[in-house]
């Protein structure tokens, strides 16, 4: 009848996981939950959850993720699934794969952008829709 599991420690605590201001990392992220980045990385990042890059945060690398805010500097190639929030005193440049893109007015959004909601319609890999047809 009451057949609940019990809650993981990580679950009671939340499970965003937090990089501060001042620190810097050089190498690559895997996180299973929520992060926010305040601080520098220059390597890659992935996740199944959301990433919040701060205001101070300095990113170079590329980023693989469900959903993302970004304040701060980001430079590669970022992958969202579902939507990618540019704030106004952010800075893109690179290339950006999306399911839905905001850009509040102010930012510096100087990179490609490719939306990808419905992947499933799209031809396969080096097909083009003539040679479908």
């Known amino acids: 009848m009451f057949d609940k599991k019990p ?3 990580t679950d009671l605590l939340g499970k965003t996981n937090r990089i501060v201001e001042g620190t810097i990392i050089k190498g690559d992220i ?16 992935q996740s199944k959850g959301k990433i919040v890059i701060g ?3 300095i990113v170079k690398g590329d980023i693989v993720c469900k959903n993302a805010d970004i ?14 929030n540019v704030k106004s005193k952010a800075s893109i440049h ?8 905001s850009v ?3 930012a510096d959004f100087s990179a490609t952008c490719v939306m990808k909601t419905h992947q499933k ?13």
Do not use: M, W
């Open 7 to 9: 809650k993981s420690y």
């Open 30 to 45: 895997n996180s299973p939950a929520d992060f926010r980045l305040d601080g520098h990385l220059f390597g890659n990042f």
């Open 55 to 57: 205001p101070a945060a």
């Open 71 to 84: 304040e701060g500097q980001f430079e590669g190639k970022i992958q969202v699934t579902e939507i990618l």
């Open 94 to 101: 690179g290339e950006v794969v999306c399911g839905k893109l």
């Open 104 to 106: 509040e007015p102010g």
């Open 121 to 133: 319609q799209l031809p396969a890999h080096g097909q083009s829709t003539e040679e479908k047809a």
